[in-house]
């Protein structure tokens, strides 16, 4: 039988218990309430762990956590907060292992905390904002404790019935909201040079921030685009309403924009409510191969931190700090590469730090995210190096072109060494 109680009553300590591992809902759909129950109350249940994707509340700080152990797959959001403290441990993995690693109890998840929307009359809730791996935790956890908010959109795509919540936290407040990005000049150049491979019927699936908002308002004379993707910001209202995103021409899921996470405004989450050309679904269907492989014309956008002489993505770790992760780049990364009249695109400005730092660079800082095999074009402000079936001399070429001007001649020395050996 669900327990029905509202925040002030919430008493964590009747449903979790010592050394529990949580699960918690991201991004927009990050439960605010039962965090800030949860750092609230922590203290007081011992050996508490939790792990949550990506956070843009704030509440996560090296100061709140200080009772809990956090994982995480990445470092997006205010979570770079916890690396820098030494508070975040990470696991390298992609979205589409996260789901599957729950189930089979390699992340741990005794007990899940995730944000609806009020139930239907059917006694259905939507998962409203985020569909990622939510359903995994429901299905595994011992005990599924749901933040109803009546201020979340009813998406259309997976729903939780309301016998399957052990503890309903009624509220009303506004979901965690990311707002757009200010666009650069030099974001505008990149998106000018990604968007060129964009062309009318392409399915498209890209992310938030900057560069993917510059490059879908250069779209908006394009027709018949689709979208297939795991995460999608305001930007995307736009282009509906414009009749640029019909979906018509998709091989699956013709007339439906497919999406595993909403991440942005009121706008948005206004856009969404009840709308049938939105269809929220887990990683199991956004970043599942299978799936993909049956979309043509597919243009994966993905971002990075810096990329070497021979095509290789760092999209994770500088030096010693660690800002991105894995994330779901190489599931579309591959996707792209292998959609026929496909292609994927790593976008990224040429430097870092003020102009001090080329992120084109002979030799990564950190981890390789992507491997070199699976790259087709990397963007900067400077153009398109296209990469794919390219021998490892002329990858060198072609990305010193694309680096900013003033380490050119240092990484041109690199590549000569790169371009005498073949390798």
């Known amino acids: ?22 699960v918690i809902g991201q991004a927009c759909g990050e439960p605010t309430t039962l965090v800030e129950a949860l750092i609230a109350q922590s203290s007081a249940i011992p050996e508490l762990s939790a792990f949550i994707a990506t956070s843009f509340s704030g509440l996560f700080t090296p100061e709140s956590t200080q009772h809990l152990t ?9 979570l770079r907060a916890l690396t820098k403290a030494n508070k975040l441990s990470i696991i390298p993995c992609h979205v589409s292992q996260v789901g599957p690693m729950i189930s089979t109890g390699i992340i741990g998840c005794d007990v899940a905390f995730i944000q609806v929307s009020p139930a239907d009359e059917n006694g259905n809730h939507s998962f409203g904002l985020i569909s990622d791996h939510v359903q995994d935790a429901v299905a595994k956890a011992r005990v599924v404790i749901a ?11 997976e729903f939780l019935h309301e016998s399957e919540i052990d503890c309903a936290v009624h509220v009303s407040r506004q979901p965690a909201e990311v707002g757009a990005a200010s666009i650069s000049d030099n974001d505008e150049k990149i998106a000018a040079f ?19 908002d510059a490059i879908l308002r250069l779209l908006r004379n394009r027709k018949d685009l689709g979208v297939h993707s795991g995460m999608l910001g305001d930007g995307l209202v736009e282009l509906v309403e414009a009749g640029v995103v019909t979906n018509a021409r998709k091989a699956i899921d013709q007339g439906v924009s497919i999406n595993g996470a909403l991440i942005g405004t ?9 709308n049938p050309v939105i269809r929220m679904c887990n990683a199991n269907h956004t970043h599942n191969p299978a799936v993909l492989a049956q979309l043509e014309n597919l243009v994966t956008i993905n971002s990075a931190l810096e990329v070497d002489l021979s095509g290789q993505v760092n999209a994770e770790q500088s030096g010693s700090a660690y800002m991105g992760g894995s994330g779901g780049q190489v599931d579309f990364v591959r996707a ?14 040429a430097t870092a730090k003020g102009g001090s ?13 992507t491997a070199r095999s699976d790259v087709d074009i990397i963007v900067t402000e400077f153009g398109a190096a296209e990469l794919r079936g390219q021998n490892v001399a002329e990858r060198s070429r072609r990305l010193v072109a694309i680096a900013h001007p003033d380490f050119q001649e240092e990484l041109a020395r690199a590549a000569h060494t790169m371009q005498q050996r073949g390798f």
């Open 194 to 212: 990604a968007a060129s491979y964009i062309n009318d019927g392409a399915v498209i699936q890209t992310g938030v921030g900057a560069v993917p």
């Open 1 to 22: 039988m669900t327990v029905h109680v509202n925040a002030e009553q919430l008493d964590l300590g009747q449903f979790l218990r010592p050394g529990d591992h949580i």
């Open 336 to 349: 792209g590469v292998r959609s026929r009249g496909g292609h994927s695109i790593i976008a990224l400005p």
């Open 357 to 369: 730092i080329s992120r084109i660079t002979t030799n990564l800082s950190g981890p390789v995210t």
């Open 147 to 157: 933040e109803v908010n009546d201020q979340v959109p009813y998406t259309h795509g």
């Open 266 to 274: 009121r706008r948005l989450f206004k856009f969404v409510h009840r």
């Open 70 to 78: 956090m994982s995480s797959m990445g470092a997006i959001g205010a």
